[in-house]
């Protein structure tokens, strides 16, 4: 596809292998109060934030807990998991590097809380190579196109001169529908989504490494 000037990435599942560790740790909060983590469970709660998985979480399962105290053990859970479980997708930072040497602008837009994701980031050594990271601000998360619409602010671009790189069918189609070009990001926790994803993008990656390839090409 034709490179834009502009990239907004997501994080879990499209920079990080890491949307299967969410469910390890709502899987194990679960567990303290014997409630059962289901795949649906999994596909709602996806691209909300934090506080709205609680929330979820707390009226779904009927926790006696509230969806704050719910919302710090997973923050808790989530901060030592990306530590353990998480891993950087392969090729990640060839194609960053290869946008950058493009001249593109490179942003990162996340269902997970900054503080999180700047830990991540740097975790795992790219956090440079963004101008900016951001986290959605409602419930909802990547159900609705808050966090795309203010990255484009921030970066001074309108939604057609930039990329959006997702491995969630949610995300995809909410970017899409906003006016972004979306690529659909392949990853092994949401491929039984993949179909959905590839009739929402306008382009897609199976992987990193033939990505940076293809362009290259």
Do not use: N
Not at 12 to 27: C, F, I, N, P, Y
Not at 114 to 126: N, R, S, W
Not at 184 to 189: E, F
Request: hydrophobic share 45%; proline share 5%; glycine share 6%.
């Amino acid at each position: 596809m034709q490179l834009l000037p502009y990239a907004i990435l997501d994080m879990d599942g499209t920079l990080l292998d890491s949307s299967g560790m969410w469910d390890e740790v709502a899987r194990g909060l679960l567990a303290q109060w014997d409630a059962v983590y289901t795949p649906r469970q999994g596909d709602e709660t996806m691209t909300m934030t934090i506080d709205g998985a609680a929330a979820y979480f707390v009226e779904q399962c009927r926790l006696p807990v509230t969806p704050e105290e719910l919302a710090r053990q997973i923050r808790d859970r989530a901060r030592r998991a990306y530590g353990t479980i998480a891993t950087l997708k392969p090729g990640v930072r060839e194609a960053l590097d290869l946008m950058k040497d493009r001249g593109i602008t490179m942003c990162v837009a996340s269902g997970t809380e900054k503080p999180l994701v700047d830990a991540a980031l740097e975790q795992f050594g790219i956090l440079d190579r963004f101008a900016f990271t951001l986290s959605c601000q409602t419930p909802e998360g990547k159900a609705g196109p808050e966090v795309y619409l203010r990255a484009a602010q921030k970066l001074g671009a309108e939604p057609a001169q930039i990329m959006v790189f997702e491995d969630s069918a949610v995300a995809v189609h909410t970017a899409h529908q906003a006016g972004f070009a979306t690529i659909g990001v392949l990853d092994s926790h949401t491929r039984p989504h993949w179909p959905e994803v590839r009739r929402e993008a306008d382009d897609v990656l199976t992987d990193w490494a033939s990505w940076c390839a293809a362009i290259r090409a």
